[in-house]
Every structure is written in C-alpha cells, then in structure tokens.
C-alpha cells in the first residue's frame, strides 16, 4: 500500500479523531438536541401534574335598595372547586409527552450521529487537500527536475528548442497546479478547524483518516436511526388519538363551600357537581385530525424503513467498491512509479524521449491523486454506512 507524507514537522497539528468524536456532544447542532431533550423531559413531568383547585369567595344581597341596603342580609360564600381529571386525561396526557420524549432523545442520537459523519468527512477531506497539496509540490519538483535535465541536452543540441519551451510550460502549469491546491488546503482546513470547534486554526493532521480500514461490511445490528425516529413519531401520533378521544368528554368539576347569612347570622354547607353538556363541540374534528396525523406517520414509518433497507444494501456496496477501488489505485501508484523512474534513467541514457519522459511524469501524478481519491471516496462510503447502522463512522454502533 502507497504511503505519503502528512506534512511539515513546525505546522500546528489537529487532535487526532477520536479526540474530536469525543468533544462531537459540543458541537451546535448535539447542544441543540440535548436542549430539546431537556424541554421534551420537563412537558412530561408538567404533564403528570393534576390541575389546580380554583377558589371564589361571592357576595349577594349586598348593597343595594329596601332590604337589602348595607352588607346586614348579605349571603357569603367561599368555596373550592376541582376538576377531577376524568375518563384518562392524566395518563394520556402523560403517554404523549413520554412518546415525544423518546422521540427527542432519538432525535438528539441522530444529530450526534450526522455531526460526527460531518467531522470524519471535514476530517478526510482535510487530510486529502494537504496530501493534494504535497503531490502537487511534487510534482513540480519532478517538472524542474525533468525541465532543467531536457534543458542540458537543448544546449547540447540533443533536443530541438521547442522541447524546452514545452518543458517550461509544463513547469508553470505545475507551478498553478501547486497554488490551486495550497488554496484547498487552506480551505479545507478551515472547514475542519469550524466543524471540530477548535480554539485555533491548525495547518497539519497526524493521525491518518484516510488509511485507516473502515470495520468489516456486515448485517445492520440494530434499526437505522432514522427508523427509530420515525417509528417513534408513529408512537407519538398514535397517543394523541386518545388524548383527542378523551376530550371529547366533558369536564367534570366538584365544588364544596361556606355559605353565611348575614341575617340569621348563620353558616351552611354547599356543594355540587358541574359539567359541560356536550351539545355542539364534542372535539370531532380534533379527533379526526390525530387520526390522520397518525396515518401520515405511519406511513413515512412505512417508507423509512423500505429506503433504510435500500440505502443499507447500496451503502455497503459502495464501501466494498471503494475498498477495492484503493487496493488497485496503490497498485497502480506502484506501477507508475517503477515506469516512471525507468523512464528517466531511458531519458538520461538518451534511449527515451522527452514525450515519453513528459507522460509517465504525468501518469505517476494521476496515479497518485487517483490513490488520494480513492481513499477519500471509502471515507464517504464508510460515512454513509455507519448513519445506517446507527454508529459513529470507524466506530461501533451506539
């Protein structure tokens, strides 16, 4: 396997992945999920609590004219009146806030699973750009190389003027080349020093992503988040039926007071019992609309797990196919390298032509960012595998 040299020994280093998948919980979108987690944990608790008991204090006979003039045949009462919360209210109410509580912690495991996919691909494609980078250096150091040898035999009047003209061209071509790829470079890694939050810009990567082997392509353990999140919703949907059910019955309320006659100067007990009649609203429509909340629901379940199954078969077959794509690739950076250094000891001895020289030159370069974007590719393959799998990609499953 063809290995390639990270980068300069004074350049500011990023933690290595796992140190970066370790910190992934500080990143925007995890910080989000773990707060709506948190609100999702405090409606469940204010769903389980009863409502509160109303107290009303009333005067009548008071204030007025003839008898009733002054506060002295004024009838008091102060009462306290309850909803009992009938027909399962309460734990329907709490059966919904705990499907949309499982609901968001699935929500905030996905959101950690696309932030650490985004970081190994920030990562990879940093790694990529500085490796680019230093093919592109290179291979301008091989154009001057092979320019100033073609140059000695012009002057010699081995090879026609032309030749070196072309060479020179070739030269500045690579000289593009070289400032093209230091400006991705830079810009990859700066994407990375974004998308791993860290304190300073860093300007080398250690610890190889690239040639790192993903874990062996195997049966998905566990159900794609995305199933999870979606079965859950079908959950969620299906307890706020009976949350719309159970509304359409009427409230009851239960009331017990004092009562003081002024008059007689004298005190009574009251009580009773009220209720709603259920005569123009009794929460069809409500109840209509949660049921097709639910259908809806079932059926995105439905389609999640049918594109969860297509998705898995595709990703594992396309991990396989970079997998493999990076073993030829290094054979060919193999193959280019030995044809390209017989090439130039045929161009010193004068048995190979500067064309011939110029395109196995150019052939070793390919090769080269070939096996760099080979391995980037098995990095996104592998990305999108472990989404599917529900684990961190170059990890184990959650």
């Known amino acids: 396997m063809a290995t390639f040299a990270i980068g300069p020994a004074w350049a500011d280093p990023v933690p290595s992945y796992e140190e970066l998948l370790q910190r992934i919980g500080l990143t925007p979108g995890a910080l989000e999920a773990n707060a709506l987690v948190d609100a999702s944990e405090a409606r469940m608790r204010q769903a389980g609590v009863r409502p509160n008991p109303e107290l009303s204090l009333e005067a009548e006979n008071a204030f007025g004219t003839g008898p009733f003039s002054g506060y002295g045949n004024a009838e008091t009462t102060l009462s306290v009146s309850q909803d009992l919360d009938l027909w399962g209210r309460r734990s329907a109410r709490v059966g919904v806030a705990q499907a949309e509580g499982r609901t968001s912690i699935l929500r905030r495991d996905l959101a950690t699973l696309d932030a650490a996919g985004r970081l190994a691909l920030a990562y990879a494609e940093a790694e990529a750009a500085d490796r680019r980078f230093l ?36 030269a500045a071509a690579a000289r593009a080349a070289l400032e093209e790829a230091r400006a991705e470079r830079e810009a990859a890694f700066a994407r990375l020093t974004v998308v791993a939050m860290l304190p300073a810009p860093v300007t080398s990567i250690p610890t ?44 009851v309320r239960v009331s017990v007071g004092v009562r003081r006659y002024e008059a007689e100067d004298a005190t009574a007990l ?24 639910f259908r809806a629901a079932d059926a995105r379940a439905t389609g999640a797990r049918q594109n969860a199954q297509a998705d898995l078969a595709a990703a594992e077959a396309r991990l396989r196919s970079a997998s493999s794509r990076v073993w030829a690739t290094d054979a060919g950076v193999t193959a280019s390298e030995e044809a390209y250094r017989l090439s130039r000891i045929g161009f010193d001895a004068g048995r190979i032509s500067q064309l011939e020289l110029s395109s196995s030159r150019a052939a070793l370069i390919s090769a080269r960012n070939a096996a760099v974007d080979a391995r980037l590719a098995r990095v996104r393959a592998e990305v999108d595998l472990a989404r599917l799998q529900g684990r961190a990609p170059f990890g184990t499953s959650q």
């Open 135 to 170: 093919l592109a250096q290179e291979a301008l150091d091989l154009t001057i190389a092979d320019a100033r040898a073609l140059m000695i035999l012009v002057e010699e009047g081995r090879e026609p003027l032309f030749r070196g003209v072309q060479a020179q061209s070739q």
């Open 208 to 251: 190889s992503l690239l040639d790192r082997e993903p874990p062996a392509v195997g049966q998905m353990a566990s159900t794609a988040p995305e199933v999870r999140v979606a079965e859950a919703e079908r959950a969620a949907a299906e307890s706020r039926i009976e949350v719309e059910r159970v509304r359409a019955r009427p409230d």
């Open 270 to 293: 009251t009580f009773g019992v009220s209720m709603p009649l259920p005569l123009f609203d009794r929460n069809r429509g409500n109840y209509d609309a949660a049921q097709a909340e």
